[in-house]
């Protein structure tokens, strides 16, 4: 699929090691500005743990990673699938499970574009809702699902740098 913002395509293995160094880069940026140190996002084990992640979700059979690229560049990932936590209703409910941007490049409409590839995929899958993690510090991020109409459900669990992952929940069904 082809935007303005960026060509999207499903993710394969040959591309783990630039969606690893992208989701460092997007980590980074929003971790570091809440407090977390640099070694705890780059050190090599922890590449190491991010990189064999993502190798386990693009092979995965029910999880979809899509990566955005634009002129040969990989500029933002996505992954989906069904939801991790026992209190939600797979049969009703997809999870967004990350979008990251290349930093540099937010703003320009490749996280939009990838969170309405994430709403294709709970209409396609007859979905109402989908639920996503945000960490609390990342304001930027929060800023960014409530533009799109997320709200907190009131689920966190903890998360690095003292602070909490926050649940949020998009409704599909406005009576939902």
């Known amino acids: 699929m082809t935007t303005s913002q960026a060509d ?9 090691d630039r969606i690893t ?33 993502w190798l386990r979700a693009v092979r995965a059979e029910d999880r979809t990673v899509l990566c955005a690229e ?16 026992a209190d939600v209703d797979a049969t009703s409910v997809g999870q967004l499970y990350q979008i990251h941007v290349r930093p540099g490049l937010w703003g320009q409409g490749i996280g939009s574009c990838l969170h309405a590839a994430f ?10 809702a989908g ?3 945000a960490w609390e510090r990342n304001s930027r991020g929060q800023a960014f699902y409530a533009r799109h109409g997320w709200k907190p459900d009131g689920h966190h669990r903890p998360g690095p740098g003292g602070a909490r992952y926050v649940r949020l929940r ?4 406005p009576e939902a």
């Open 21 to 53: 160094d992208l989701h460092t880069l997007a980590r980074t940026a929003y971790y570091r500005a809440g407090g977390v140190s640099d070694a705890e996002l780059t050190s090599p084990d922890v590449r190491a743990g991010r990189r064999e992640a």
């Open 119 to 128: 709403v294709r995929f709970l209409r396609d899958g007859a979905l109402g």
């Open 131 to 133: 639920v996503l993690e």
């Open 70 to 85: 634009r002129e040969g560049e990989m500029v933002g990932v996505l992954a989906m699938g069904p939801p991790y936590e």
């Open 8 to 16: 999207l395509r499903t993710a394969n293995p040959d591309d783990v």
């Open 170 to 173: 998009l409704s599909l069904d």
